[in-house]
């Protein structure tokens, strides 16, 4: 739904380049709506795609000074390597990152 929000709110745009645009803008409201009520923030990476929003929203969230929880697989600790130092806790599942919620709530 995330691709098709601009021309679902704002209808069909005459070229892919301004429809990205268009959803770019309601989902970055999106986001910084959500981030601001957040109490922590947990970003999950896989291994099938290459997930850009994922950094931003983690680099959002930290600039925000939001606590972290990073997952990402160890194939990624290269790549996410300063992220993951950025990041309060870099876990590679999420059953870790419940765990470490479980404790917080402990």
């Known amino acids: 739904r995330s691709d098709n929000i601009g021309e ?17 803008d309601i989902n970055n409201f999106r986001t910084e ?29 930290i600039a925000k000074g939001k606590p972290l929880i990073l997952i990402r697989p160890k194939e990624l600790h290269h790549p996410l390597k300063e992220l993951s130092g950025k990041a309060n806790i870099t876990v590679e599942t999420v059953n870790q990152a419940m765990k470490a919620l479980s404790y917080l709530f402990e």
């Open 8 to 24: 679902e709110i704002m209808g069909v745009q005459p070229d892919s380049v301004l429809k990205d645009a268009r959803a770019s």
């Open 33 to 61: 709506v959500l981030m601001e009520k957040a109490d922590f923030v947990i970003a999950l990476f896989g291994e099938k795609y290459k997930q850009w929003n994922t950094a931003m929203d983690a680099s959002y969230a």
